[in-house]
T-cell receptor
Framework: KQEVTQIPAALSVPEGENLVLNCSFT??????LQWFRQDPGKGLTSLLL?????REQTSGRLNASLDKSSGRSTLYIAASQPGDSATYLC????????????FGKGTLLTVNP | DTAVSQTPKYLVTQMGNDKSIKCEQN?????MYWYKQDSKKFLKIMFS???????INETVPNRFSPKSPDKAHLNLHINSLELGDSAVYFC???????????FGQGTRLTVV
């Protein structure tokens, strides 16, 4: 059974700081890994999708890496801004099926002005 | 243009009632999903449909019945609502299961 763990559960940083969010998964037989952000009371916004054949994916100030063999992914946020404050979730296909995503419990990020 | 849209956004109802949540995607995707986010913010799959066919039913009570009239729509009907059904329900879609999933804004269901 796929299990996804995100560390830390919460993170508070001053504006401008670079930061790393961690995600680990127990079953490395995945096709991809996806990072989302969720704002309070809102839906999920897809940030980055990394295919299993890729090691990195970048979008603006965000960089996600994937190490399938060790079951780990990191989301690097450069020069954080107050607008980055949200819950960040990682998700992987699970249970031998790509038709369901297993999510971590998320990291609640607060960027202080 | 909203890619995945759900209605209603909020739903407050009494125990025992029957309610429906509608979901539509205009992305041309062939796979749609329902997820439930509980009070602890944990997201869990409920159903997956591919080309209108049920693929995943993740041990959801029979009171929940999804219906996919076409590839662009996946509605969720809930019978005999219980207090424990209170949660946020998210619809999502992707083009084949291996690709990026897009989520709707969620429907916050409160059963009183």
């Amino acid at each position: 059974k796929q299990e996804v763990t995100q560390i830390p559960a919460a993170l508070s940083v001053p504006e401008g700081e670079n930061l790393v969010l961690n995600c680990s998964f127990t079953d490395s037989a995945i096709y991809n890994l996806q990072w989302f952000r969720q704002d309070p009371g809102k839906g999920l916004t897809s940030l980055l999708l990394i295919q299993s054949s890729q090691r990195e994916q970048t979008s603006g100030r965000l960089n996600a890496s994937l190490d399938k063999s060790s079951g780990r992914s990191t989301l690097y946020i450069a020069a954080s801004q107050p607008g980055d404050s949200a819950t960040y979730l990682c998700a992987v296909p699970s249970g031998g099926s790509n038709y369901k995503l297993t999510f971590g419990k998320g990291t609640l990020l607060t960027v202080n002005p | 243009d909203t890619a995945v849209s759900q209605t209603p956004k909020y739903l407050v109802t009494q125990m025992g009632n029957d309610k429906s949540i509608k979901c539509e995607q205009n992305l041309g995707h062939d796979t749609m999903y329902w997820y439930k986010q509980d009070s602890k913010k944990f997201l869990k799959i409920m159903f997956s449909y591919n080309n209108k066919e049920l693929i995943i039913n993740e041990t959801v009570p029979n009171r929940f019945s999804p219906k996919s009239p076409d590839k662009a729509h996946l509605n969720l009907h809930i019978n005999s609502l219980e207090l424990g059904d209170s949660a946020v329900y998210f619809c999502a879609s992707s083009q084949v299961a291996e690709q990026e999933a897009f989520f709707g804004q969620g429907t916050r269901l409160t059963v009183v």
